[in-house]
T-cell receptor, first 111, second 116 residues
């Protein structure tokens, strides 16, 4: 199956700093979603951006989408230790509605 | 690689009946299985987390009496949609993680449920 890729694979920052994660994908998309996963837990949906949108905000989260470059970024502002988790992008693409997940960025926020 | 299967892939049932969906890890022991629901072209919604041999942990807003989850063995979890109604029509997806790598989830292909 096709997979998008996030970068960096791992990111370590201090509390209060901003964290930026990027995601690239290969197929055409209807929308792109970002999820968070705490260790050993299920994926939790954070934000969805549609293919005709360029930027979206939700609380401390800001997502951008560049369909010409097939890439998206997730910015977490004023990070907290509780933001420590893995972050995945997922794009909904293809006529079969298949799920395509990226490999994730492991974020560590140090207090 | 780790393979997760779901059965059935599609099911159509009448309103009021119960439907059971199976999720199996084919080549690894799944200590934890997750059940998700996905509406058309929308995000995955985590419904519950089940650990082998213990009761499932349901997410807020998910009716545990409506969506019965059983994780009786290290390779099988079942989701039963009881007294299904048309609004239960959706795409149900399971994922599994094993003891050797608890941070990686392997997803099943999903089950499309249509309740008439």
């Amino acid at each position: 199956s096709q997979q998008g890729e996030e970068d960096p694979q791992a990111l370590s920052i201090q509390e209060g700093e901003n964290a930026t994660m990027n995601c690239s994908y290969k197929t055409s998309i209807n929308n792109l979603q970002w999820y968070r996963q705490n260790s050993g837990r299920g994926l939790v949906h954070l934000i969805l951006i549609r293919s005709n949108e360029r930027e979206k905000h939700s609380g401390r989260l800001r997502v951008t989408l560049d369909t010409s470059k097939k890439s998206s970024s997730l910015l977490i502002t004023a990070s907290r230790a509780a933001d420590t988790a893995s972050y995945f992008c997922m794009n909904y693409g293809g006529s079969q509605g298949n799920l395509i997940f990226g490999k994730g960025t492991k974020l560590s926020v140090k207090p | 690689g780790a393979v997760v299967s779901q059965h059935p892939s599609r099911v159509i049932c009448k309103s009021g009946t119960s439907v059971k969906i199976e999720c199996r890890s084919l080549d690894f022991q799944a200590t934890t299985m997750f059940w998700y629901r996905q509406f058309p072209k929308k995000s995955l919604m985590l419904m519950a987390t089940s650990n082998e041999g213990s009761k499932a942990t349901y997410e807020q807003g998910v009716e545990k009496d409506k969506f019965l989850i059983n994780h009786a063995s290290l390779t099988l979890s079942t989701l039963t949609v009881t007294s299904a109604h048309p609004e239960d029509s959706s795409f149900y997806i399971c994922s599994a993680s094993g003891l050797a790598d608890q941070e990686t989830q392997y997803f099943g292909p999903g089950t499309r449920l249509l309740v008439l």
